[in-house]
C-alpha cells in the first residue's frame, strides 16, 4: 500500500541550483497535483496533471515546471532555486470523479534555499 | 478570487469537550467540500468528505454543510489530545473539477488534558 510517494524528503539548495522532486503513485489514478504549504499558510496548487501528458497551471506555477509521461509519475521541477521557493511541498492524486474524490497526499519534501 | 475562509486560532478545547471548527467559502459552485487534518511536520489527512447540505457523522466527527450559507463546520466530540492538530477545510473550486481543492489556511486546535 505504497499510495503516494515522494523524494527526497529533505534538501537544502543554494541560489541558482535546480532540482527534481520525484512523486510517483500506484494506485491508477488519474489525476495529480503539486501543492506548496508555506509556514501558517495553507495549501497552494502548483501544477497539476489531467492525465498522460496533460498538464496545467495552479495558482503559483512562476519558478516551476513539471511533465507526466507516464500515469505514474508526476516529477516537479525547480530551474534556479530562489530563497522564495523555500517551503514544504506536497504531491497528491486522486482518482474516478476529481470533482468530489478526496485527494492522497505524499509525505512531503521540505526544501530550503539558501 | 476564490477563497476558503478559517479562523487560524489556536483554538483551544478542554479534552472530553466539543471542538467546532468553521469555515467559509467564495463560490456558490462548489461541489465538494473537505476536512483534514495535518500534524506538525507531516501531511494532509483526511478526516471527512461532504457533498450535500445537512450533518454527517463518523465516529466522534461530524460534518456540516449548509450551502446556502456557505459554511461548513466540523465537530468533533469528546475531545483527546491526539486531537491535537491543524485542521484545513478544502473545497472544489473550479471549472470542472480536475484543477484540485482550494485549501484554507487552518485553524490550530489544542486539546487541554
Known amino acids: 500500500n505504497a499510495g503516494v510517494t515522494q523524494t527526497p524528503k529533505f534538501r537544502i539548495l543554494k541560489i541558482g541550483q535546480s532540482m527534481t522532486l520525484q512523486c510517483t503513485q500506484d494506485m491508477n489514478h488519474n489525476y495529480m497535483y503539486w501543492y506548496r504549504q508555506d509556514p501558517g499558510m495553507g495549501l497552494k496548487l502548483i501544477y497539476y496533471s489531467v492525465g498522460a501528458g496533460i498538464t496545467d497551471k495552479g495558482e503559483v506555477p512562476n519558478g516551476y515546471n513539471v511533465s507526466r509521461s507516464t500515469t505514474e509519475d508526476f516529477p516537479l521541477r525547480l530551474e534556479l532555486a530562489a530563497p522564495s521557493q523555500t517551503s514544504v511541498y506536497f504531491c497528491?492524486?486522486?482518482?474516478?470523479?476529481?470533482?468530489?474524490?478526496?485527494?492522497?497526499f505524499g509525505n512531503g519534501t521540505r526544501l530550503t534555499v539558501t | 478570487q476564490k477563497e476558503v475562509e478559517q479562523n487560524s486560532g489556536p483554538l483551544s478545547v478542554p479534552e472530553g469537550a466539543i471542538a467546532s471548527l468553521n469555515c467559509t467559502y467564495s463560490d456558490r459552485g462548489s461541489q465538494s467540500f473537505f476536512w483534514y487534518r495535518q500534524y506538525s511536520g507531516k501531511s494532509p489527512e483526511l478526516i471527512m468528505s461532504?457533498?450535500?447540505?445537512g450533518d454527517k457523522e463518523d465516529g466522534r466527527f461530524t460534518a456540516q454543510l449548509n450551502k446556502a450559507s456557505q459554511y461548513v463546520s466540523l465537530l468533533i466530540r469528546d475531545s483527546q489530545p491526539s486531537d491535537s492538530a491543524t485542521y484545513l477545510c478544502?473545497?472544489?473550486?473550479?471549472?470542472?473539477?480536475?484543477?484540485?481543492?482550494?485549501f484554507g489556511k487552518g485553524t490550530h486546535l489544542i486539546i487541554q488534558p
Open positions: 461532504i457533498y450535500s447540505n
Open positions: 478544502a473545497v472544489n473550486i473550479g471549472r470542472g473539477g480536475a484543477d484540485g481543492l482550494t
Open positions: 497528491a492524486s486522486n482518482g474516478g470523479q476529481a470533482n468530489n474524490s478526496p485527494l492522497h
